[in-house]
Structure formats: structure tokens, C-alpha cells
């Protein structure tokens, strides 16, 4: 390897706080959206070719009961993470796209503009945890080592949140795909 795999994660992730910026700018929030499913691609490619090219990717794995032998692998929940993301961005673009095209601005419903914001906020908080996650994945021993049973607990959280948020991201996203059938004049 030419550089520790997760500088280019790093490198991602400011460019990743730029389409953030978009996303919370009235005029420029269609391209947030779009650079948003852009950058969301390319990270879940980098997640998918890293995990997969990781011999020690079994051996990375939290332990909740090992009297039961139950482990969660962290590169199962980057898999999902990232594939679930991906999915509930590339919904939003449709959405976001389909709204564009027919207002030349997001206008939406008040209920449907606080989904869109719980959107917004949970893609921030999402990406924000992955990237800690691929950087505790990049580092899992002296994690471990260093922090014991509460940055065990700690990364149970930030794994149960990234679940569960990608999860809610893609019920509101799909929420929002009924949108383009009744904005077309199709």
C-alpha cells in the first residue's frame, strides 16, 4: 500500500463537508443532493474494495457476549451502512431532481420539508459516523486497547445509530419517490 488506506477517506470527507454546506443553502440545495449521491457512491465503493481486499476483516469484530460467542463484525455494518446510504441517496436525487424540474426550487409541503431536513441532518450524522467507524476499522486494536469496555460501548453505539438511521434515510427517501408521480404532469 502507497499510504494508509484511510487518508483517502479523509480526503473524501472534505469534500463530503462542501455538499453539506450545499445541502443547507436555499438556492444550492439541489446540488447538495447531487454532489451528496456522487460522493456517496464513491465512498461506498472505497468501503466495498477496502473490506473486501481485508484479510483481517473477521478478527475486527465487537464482542457483546462472549460467554454466547455473539460478535458483530464492524465491516458488516460499513457494508450495510454504506449500501443503505447509497440507495436512500440515489432516491433522493430522483426526488430532489423531479421536485427541480417542475418548481426550479424544492418547494414542498411543511410536513414533507421537516422529512427532507430529518433527511438532510440524519445523511450529516450518518457519514459522519461511518467515517469515525472506517477510521476505528483502520485502527481496531489500539482502539480496543486504549479505550476497553467503553469504547466497546461506544462503537455499539455509533454501529446501532448508522443501522438505524440508514434504515429511517431510506423509508423517508422512498416516501419521497411517491412524490414524482404527483408533481409530473405525466
Not at 22 to 37: A, K
Not at 92 to 112: C, D, E, H, I, P
Not at 145 to 154: E, H, N
Request: charged share 10%; glycine share 4%; aromatic share 18%.
Amino acid at each position: 500500500m502507497a499510504c494508509a488506506p484511510w487518508v483517502k477517506y479523509c480526503l473524501l470527507m472534505i469534500l463530503f463537508l462542501f455538499s453539506f454546506i450545499l445541502f443547507y443553502s436555499p438556492p444550492s440545495d439541489i446540488y447538495g443532493f447531487g454532489s451528496f449521491f456522487v460522493l456517496q457512491t464513491i465512498f461506498s465503493l472505497f468501503i466495498c474494495i477496502d473490506l473486501t481486499q481485508d484479510d483481517n476483516k473477521y478478527l475486527k469484530v465487537v464482542s457483546v457476549d462472549k460467554n454466547r460467542g455473539v460478535n458483530i463484525p464492524l465491516s458488516w455494518v460499513l457494508f450495510f451502512g454504506a449500501c443503505v446510504e447509497f440507495l436512500a441517496a440515489f432516491f433522493m436525487v430522483l426526488t430532489t431532481n423531479a421536485v427541480y424540474k417542475r418548481f426550479r426550487a424544492l418547494q414542498m409541503s411543511s410536513s414533507n420539508q421537516w422529512k427532507l431536513n430529518f433527511i438532510k441532518h440524519t445523511f450529516v450524522l450518518v457519514t459522519a459516523l461511518m467515517f469515525v467507524l472506517i477510521l476505528v476499522y483502520w485502527n481496531f486494536s489500539n482502539v480496543m486497547d486504549t479505550f476497553g469496555g467503553s469504547g466497546k460501548m461506544v462503537i455499539l453505539m455509533m454501529m446501532t445509530a448508522i443501522v438505524v438511521l440508514s434504515v429511517a434515510d431510506v423509508m423517508y427517501a422512498n416516501h419521497f419517490t411517491h412524490l414524482i408521480t404527483t408533481v409530473t404532469d405525466g
